[in-house]
């Protein structure tokens, strides 16, 4: 278990770092289950001058914990994790991700639903 511990450490300590807010938007990740999908609603946002992430309908900062009421734009579903990244990044245009780094995250999250779904764990964003 040494080799684990050592990737979760490299990996909690990543997670650490300032990332810019993606322009383009963000995404809520989850699993549905009984259709055995990997789901990924897309909602768009402003980045204000703070480097905050702004509702461009309210202009109220979005919080980043807690739960928010907003509609998302799309709701892009695929049954593997390489299957979401075509359709997103490939397949649709504009491209909803603008940022390479917000594109790397998104194919590590989307691995990690589809473990997910196979082992029938829980399946919490990071």
């Known amino acids: 278990m040494i080799i684990a511990d050592t990737i979760k450490t490299i990996d909690d300590e990543l997670s650490k770092r300032y990332i810019e807010l993606d322009p383009a ?9 009984d259709a055995g999908l990997i789901c990924a609603k897309h909602y768009t946002n402003i980045i204000n001058e703070k480097g905050l992430a702004v509702d461009p309908e309210t202009g109220k900062v979005i919080p ?3 739960k928010v009421e907003r509609t998302a734009q799309t709701l892009y579903t695929a049954r593997t994790a ?4 075509v ?3 490939e397949d649709t245009k504009p491209c909803p991700v603008g940022f390479l780094d917000h594109a790397a995250y998104l194919g590590r999250e989307f691995v990690r639903a ?4 196979i ?4 399946y919490i964003q990071d």
């Open 64 to 66: 980043a914990k807690g």
């Open 87 to 89: 359709k997103i990044i």
């Open 119 to 122: 082992s029938g764990e829980d």
């Open 25 to 33: 938007g963000y995404f809520i990740i989850y699993l549905d289950r």
């Open 82 to 85: 390489k299957e979401l990244c």
């Open 114 to 117: 589809q473990q997910a779904l």
